[in-house]
């Protein structure tokens, strides 16, 4: 981790990636329960993800890509 804090645009890619993955789970009429036993995440976690508050790890993002049925690329674009 580093010691520095992040700077600003690291954490708004965070919520705009964030953002994409509630508006692909919603568009699938998704909620964050299902979205967790789809993948196997916790709603806490799933909620986390789309808020942007911690950082997630890219195993995360490729099992929620393949919950929602899109690319991890969709997802972080």
Same mark, same amino acid.
């Given at each position: 981790?580093?010691?520095?804090?992040?700077?600003?645009w690291?954490?708004?890619?965070r919520?705009a990636?964030?953002?994409?993955?509630?508006?692909?789970?919603?568009?699938?009429?998704m909620?964050?329960?299902k !979205?967790?036993?789809?993948? /196997? =995440? &916790?709603?806490?976690?799933?909620?986390? $993800?789309?808020?942007?508050t911690?950082?997630?790890?890219?195993?995360?993002? !490729?099992?929620?890509?393949? /919950? =929602? &049925?899109?690319?991890?690329?969709?997802? $972080?674009?």
């Amino acid at each position: 981790m580093p010691s520095e804090p992040l700077p600003a645009w690291v954490l708004t890619r965070r919520r705009a990636i964030g953002d994409a993955v509630r508006a692909a789970r919603t568009a699938r009429k998704m909620s964050q329960e299902k !979205l967790g036993e789809v993948t /196997g =995440l &916790d709603r806490k976690t799933i909620n986390r $993800v789309e808020q942007g508050t911690h950082a997630t790890s890219v195993d995360h993002l !490729l099992l929620i890509a393949d /919950g =929602l &049925d899109v690319s991890l690329a969709d997802l $972080v674009r």
